[in-house]
């Protein structure tokens, strides 16, 4: 498979959300100033990614996620593993709802039962969602790069209630941008971050229920619940 090619087929916050925030430390959770603008990586190829982009790391807590459907997972993970093995290793393909943008992780102490009661009719009263995938993008101009959805509709709705469920999550430090993670940890060459730029996949996301990780690096993540979406399927607008 040719993976700079298109790869087709396969390819609020407000007082109302009574939220209950706990705190993790900004060297944990933050990002570090950036010194060339993207310009200066795209005219001179010498320059490293890793000596101009804004790093981001992943707090420790539990992440709300949706796990992607087999074929579109097992496609993202090949690319995964070819770019940023570690990434691989750590979690299966997946869309985070909750613990990267919008709202933090959620405290590493709620337990499975706590977790149960806030998002078990929120599950229930989900319907499965057809959304289609952006073009790869840098996440916020650091090295990450990701696959974007649309931060609207059900994927936003789902999003929202789950931050109203009463559950404590850190402060977020970017509104909510749903996306789809092909290269975190490794710092990429020139080339291959331009290759994996240049991907398109064609194929949906087909997104029908949620999982929550414990997350506590650099163990991999820990899956603590799984919950169905039963409503009736929608596809979101394109």
């Not at 806030?118 to 790869?136: D, H, K, Q, V």
Request: hydrophobic share 40%; net charge positive.
């Amino acid at each position: 498979m040719q993976f700079d090619h298109v790869i087709a087929g396969r390819t609020a916050g407000g007082s109302d959300l009574a939220r209950r925030q706990w705190s993790i430390s900004l060297q944990d959770h933050g990002i570090t100033r950036r010194d060339v603008p993207d310009e200066a990586v795209t005219k001179n190829p010498e320059l490293s990614p890793a000596s101009v982009a804004r790093k981001w790391r992943p707090g420790t807590g539990i992440y709300v996620v949706a796990p992607l459907q087999p074929s579109l997972a097992s496609l993202v993970g090949e690319i995964q593993a070819r770019f940023d093995p570690k990434l691989a290793r750590m979690l299966p393909p997946h869309i985070t709802i909750i613990g990267s943008s919008g709202a933090g992780p959620i405290a590493p102490t709620t337990s499975v039962d706590e977790l149960r009661a806030a998002l078990a009719t929120i599950a229930a009263t989900t319907r499965p969602m057809t959304l289609e995938l952006g073009r790869p993008v840098r996440f916020m101009q650091t090295e990450i790069i990701v696959i974007p959805l649309r931060p609207h509709g059900p994927l936003r709705e789902l999003h929202e209630r789950i931050t109203r469920s009463g559950l404590r999550y850190a402060p977020p430090r970017f509104a909510f941008t749903p996306h789809i993670t092909l290269s975190f940890y490794r710092e990429l060459s020139y080339d291959e971050r331009r290759a994996l730029l240049a991907m398109r996949i064609d194929e949906p996301a087909v997104l029908t229920s949620i999982e929550c990780s414990l997350s506590n690096e650099p163990q991999p993540a820990r899956h603590l619940l799984s919950l169905p979406f039963t409503g009736h399927r929608v596809v979101a607008p394109t």
